[in-house]
DNA sequence: GTCTATAGAGCGATAGAC
DNA sequence: GTCTATCGCTCTATAGAC
């Protein structure tokens, strides 16, 4: 009976212990997130990582296989937070909570899941990171609308008109406010978010500032 | 006494009539919107408009010179926009406008101003470009909390919290909202669309739908 | 699993003829 | 103002040694 703590799979342990594949989207979620898939190479990776542009090669055999991976690793760590976050107390909580795992890592750019972060330069990404892409944008909506939905059932939120179109416009506002605040600094970034949490939270009463944002 | 209709200036009609410099500029727009700045070359110009490489570098000799001559489209044309505008009967119609912008070109891809599609490569873009766009980003930035301003005075308009706070939040979910207009189609636009306004608009009680969206 | 070396393509850019 | 021709560079990707 194998250890089921140790998954089965692919070996690791490389590199005086370093894990190479994983260093590699590290570098390059940071890299995308900075400059766009087309604003990167193997070589930037490279020089990061202190290898040469062939061992890259090795884990990703194209570029494509590199940006499907990316968007993969996103989409499953977006599934893995929901479930997290279920634990949550309200519907409120949740939505802020995913709020805030873009402000967690703002200066350090890595995101729980940047889910528009291709829309940019859609034209000129590869067909499967097209489709995955979309299926992200997807997971990210059905959650959004299922949790407003959650969040009228224990009153936790308000808002007027439709679920859908209340989640798409939290979804792209905070989408927004990561590229406005590549440009004009994380200020930017803060300022949607306050707004956004004001608009949700019932009660919004005079005095009442919302939930505060981690420094 | 010149003819005030013919403006001082550069020389134009060649190539038949044709103004090569603009319609290089309309092209590179429309790649720029679709592909991102490091997603398209002067060959997909060349190619679209039947001409050679070199003739795109006559009139720009560098792609950084190309890029801040998009922006500075983008600002001049904002900036021209904004006075017409001033003639809305109120507020409300200024901001449903400015919005209507993106919607009447959502398909052909041309926009008043996307104020934010350089941050999805800001750091991959050249610094006289970054510079452009932080000025085209302030100008409509202020703008925007100019109107809800004038909004809050003329009682078209209504919002919680502070009006810079909700002018970011407009100006970052529309720009997501373009993204994602690209992701999932320009359904996804009009929902953010729809949800701005109804959100923005006084007595949104029962049964007002809000203003419709150009087909 | 990482290296050296290199192929092959596309890129931005320039020179000079017309 | 546009062309042909080409330069030098970077990019993705592969072959083969270790």
Redesign the pocket.
């Known amino acids: 009976m194998p250890n089921p703590l140790l998954k089965s799979g692919?070996?690791?342990p490389?590199?005086g212990g370093?894990d190479?594949?994983e260093e590699i989207l590290v570098a390059a979620e940071e890299l995308l997130l900075r400059r766009g898939f087309?604003g990167?190479?193997?070589?930037?990776i490279?020089v990061r990582l202190?290898?040469?542009?062939?061992?890259i090669?090795?884990?990703f055999?194209?570029?494509?296989?590199l940006g499907v991976a990316l968007v993969r690793r996103y989409r499953l760590r977006f599934l893995a937070w929901t479930d997290e976050a279920a634990q949550c107390a309200s519907a409120f909580d949740r939505l802020v909570a995913y709020f805030q795992t873009y402000v967690d890592h703002l200066d350090g750019r890595l995101q729980i899941c940047p889910v528009g972060i291709f829309g940019a330069e859609f034209d000129a990404i590869p067909d499967r990171m097209q489709r995955e892409a979309q299926m992200m944008m997807r997971d990210v909506y059905e959650w959004m609308v299922r949790t407003l939905h959650d969040g009228l059932g224990d009153r936790s939120v308000v808002f007027s008109g439709d679920a859908h179109d209340k989640a798409m416009e939290m979804a792209a506002a905070m989408q927004g406010a990561l590229q406005f605040a590549s440009i004009a600094g994380r200020e930017r970034f803060e300022q949607v978010f306050r707004q956004i949490t004001l608009e949700l939270r019932p009660a919004s009463a005079a005095g009442d500032t919302g939930p505060a944002i981690a420094a």
Do not use: L, M, V, W
């Open positions: 692919r070996r690791r490389i590199r370093r190479t594949r087309n990167f190479s193997y070589q930037h490279a202190g290898i040469r542009n062939a061992a090669h090795y884990h055999p194209t570029k494509e296989d």
